[in-house]
């Protein structure tokens, strides 16, 4: 565990901030120095806020268990640190054995949000590994990234050997072990990465050049050998695999601090922003006999006070309740809580919110989205108003005193009449909370209202759409502020300068690559932290390089023409999304389709990966 | 504590890589070991139910502990012994338990009674010489008060009720050792630093690193000086 290199990092632990982000030692670590593979895997933003990354510690836990292989943890040092690391030469390491991320034969790169481009250079940087796949020599580890954003890989694509599109269970150890066998036939770099290029969901971009011609749906051409579109790794079934139970347990706060068991993954509710809802399809449970012992073993590794029932819609689980009553029956008399991450708009969800919250109602959150039904018809969000009000009143009459509600601004279709519709959709809730509540509590009632900037993401109906203008986001929050009461009601907007830097990267190509190293040159990193972006910067360097960020954020794409993602497919056909976006359009609505018929998106059936909809039970009837 | 429960003290050090650990983090890891190590703890009544613990004088960030205590009430008896090894193998290697044992319902809380620290301080500066530093922290201590600024606040302590006795120089391979007994109360400790620094800065030597080990954590009455386990 001692390395020379830890000698170098100790002395510099006292010049700076959370000194625990950067001394290993957690409970459920692994530590391997004799390994003959190691890949280290990185989290391009702070210790604290990648250590509630789920899909991390299941490859951590994944790829340890390989004979031979370790897997360590990195995370971004935070500005202070990386100043104190350049000035005393210190590179990137990694947590458990100290080593030098060069020195690694495997570097892996989660990535979850936009914001963490600029990080990424950071990181290489930090790690003396060049910033472009095409300068790395056989000596330098190979550099694979993964993650929500692998979706449209292309803005950050120069930078990465390889990407993985879709679920990691088995790809990476795939990955892993096509990289050992070059090693030990002694290929060079370029002919691993064609090797590489063979496994299913891998993208090599270095294969992969600009379309001349303007035809076809994508805008690069694979060369001789590589597949012409990357379609997505799935996992069949969920319930094969286990939940990393004993993972690293933080010594630090971190977000997130407890310990997770994904219930399901996917959801095909079907509303028509939600990349997430569009690419991880189709919906696989895990039985309750799963979920149940996954949650008590656990919690018994890592020793939290506090277990979360994860996934894009936990409530929509066909055997929730049954799990709730069991793990509530179990960790009854203990001070373990069991948290629910989002509510489904409904009385159930309230209902094992109670069963979940014993004492504690701190508070509970929904996501309406729309402020009107015409526009909640249009994304396909099946609430309606009186779902909400009714919810609202039955989580007041059981005790809460605090609800927060998410919409967007700034979807298509969205007029000024929309944005009002969400103020007076608040009023009506704060209404129904005090009706609900005693009239000598009533002062406490809270409602929280969180708006943020609609982004088009790819893959999803509305991904052909661009981003409304700068200067309208602006003005729509005007009209927000304007409508929304004041009375008891907290309201927060996202910044619209970051909206438009998402929608940047979300619909850029690859020429953005250019802007991003030129940004990270600049002085940009850590976007994501209020206190350290700088859309000026990111200006600056995108025009540096000719490019203008407010005409790829608003860029629309007309059918037929070639999109900067038309080369990867999550396996849901473009001529379903097309069709999706028309019905958006027509203001007509489309069924879940793991309570009702198919709905022809294409992932179960045309798209060869094999695989269908994975429930425990019945969902709890047709919406 | 309620009527059932039984109050188990537990002796632990802070050391290693662990020393960089705040108070809180300590805190966090020895809860979530103590229900790794599935010890029968009590859990408080109300709407937050937590376990029962309590801890002893905090350590500051980077200073390491070789005698630091916890109480935890336990709803059930378990020999100590048991209670030792079930944490000795539910801890992170530097977060070590040494010794455990059951004290009385009725002794006042760790944080009010333990009033004594004994710390070790290295200082890691090859050229410094024993008996130079010794001169100038003899003549910081015979000045009777120590000016502290921290965050902004200034703080006067008078030496003589600080320290429980003379500060002790000696000369080990890595260099000038310090050992200091520090009072400490309500009214805020002296950090064992600046004092030591205090003495440097005496000596145009200010900025050398130093690494702190409270070694000993005591209770002092009338009638005398002893650990709290
Ligand atoms: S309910 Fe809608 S927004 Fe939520 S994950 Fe499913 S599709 Fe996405």
Redesign the interface.
Known sequence: MTSSLWERI??L??RVER??RY?????GAHRDSDASYRAALLYPDTYEVGMANQAIAILYDRLNAVDGVAAERVYLPWVDMAEQMRTQSVPLFTLETCAAVASCDLLGITLPYELTYSNILEALDLAGIPLRAADRSDADPLVVGGGPCAFNPEPIAPFFDAILVGEGEDAALEIVAAHRAAREQGYSREATLKELSRIPGVYVPALYSPNESGQGASALVAQAGAPEVVTKRVVADLGAYDTPTCPV?P???VVHDRVGVEVLRGCTRGCRFCQAGMVYRPVRERSADQIVREALAG???????ELSLTSLSTTDHSQLEEVMRRLTRRLE????SVSLPSLRVDAFSVSMARLVGG??KSGLTFAPEAGTQRLRDVINKNVTEQDLLDTVSSAFTSGWRRVKLYFMIGLPTETDEDIEGIGRLVSKVFRAAREATPPQQRGGIRVGVSVSTFVPKAHTPFGFDGQISYHEVLRRQQVLRDSMPKKGIDLAYHDAQVSLLEGVMARGGRELADGIEAAWRGGARFDAWTEQFDLGLWTTALESVGLDPHAIATRSFDRGEPTPWGHISSGVGEGYLWHERERAFAGETTEDCSFDDCTGCGVCGDSGLGVDIVLGGERRGSR | MAPGEFRLRVRYGKI???R???H??VI??I??????A?LPYA??R??????KLAFGPALP??TAGLSEYFDIWLTRYMPAEETLNRLAG?????LTPVSSGYVGDDLPSLSAACNIALYEMRIEREDLDRGTFAKALDAVVRSGELTVQRKGKTKVFDLARSLSKEPRVSVDQTGVVVELAVRMGQEGSLRPEALVGAALSRMDAEGA?IAVTRIDTLIEDEKGCARPL
Do not use: K, Q
């Open positions: 100790e002395p632990l006292s000194p625990a001394i290993d030692s957690e409970w347990v010594f630090m706060d919690i018994r590794c890592t020793g939290y006070d008399g203990t001070g373990i004492g504690r | 290693g890589r662990l960089h650990l705040s809180l983090e966090h890891a809860e979530r070991g103590a229900r790794r599935d859990v408080t109300g709407f937050n139910p937590h376990m960030v980077a539910a801890m992170p290697p530097d690193a």
